[in-house]
Nanobody, 123 residues
Framework: QVQLVESGGGLVQAGGSLRLSCAAS????????MGWFRQAPGKEREFVAA????????YYAVSVRGRFTISRDNAKNTVYLQMNSLKPEDTAVYYC????????????????WGQGTQVTVSS
């Protein structure tokens, strides 16, 4: 079973950039598909991006496509989310999650979650 810890969140002005990291422990990371989700106050958790076990396939929500990039380094047991051109509507708690299935956007397909990291984008 993999365990996940996110970092890299913070306060940034609109148009700025942040890179989130998700460090994984456990022997199954390199065989797990990974995803990033976010949840704003009063809203449901929503899919942001996902990547398959090798990093060869990536998936994005329409709202972040072209601005966010998901990547992974299996040697470091880490998945990243590079966020550029940030907007106030990107403000949320960001979670990484692990799945045995690649390319899925629904939270119920992910079996392990991190504790989340806050991203706040000021206008």
């Amino acid at each position: 079973q993999v365990q996940l810890v996110e970092s890299g969140g913070g306060l940034v002005q609109a148009g700025g950039s942040l890179r989130l990291s998700c460090a994984a422990s456990g022997r199954t990371f390199s065989s797990s598909a990974m995803g990033w989700f976010r949840q704003a106050p009063g809203k449901e958790r929503e899919f942001v991006a996902a990547i398959n076990w090798s990093g060869g396939s990536t998936y994005y929500a329409v709202s972040v496509r072209g601005r966010f990039t998901i990547s992974r380094d299996n040697a470091k047991n880490t998945v990243y989310l590079q966020m550029n051109s940030l907007k106030p509507e990107d403000t949320a708690v960001y979670y990484c999650a692990a799945s045995g299935l690649s390319g899925h956007t629904a939270p119920y397909n992910y079996h392990t979650w991190g504790q989340g990291t806050q991203v706040t984008v000021s206008s």
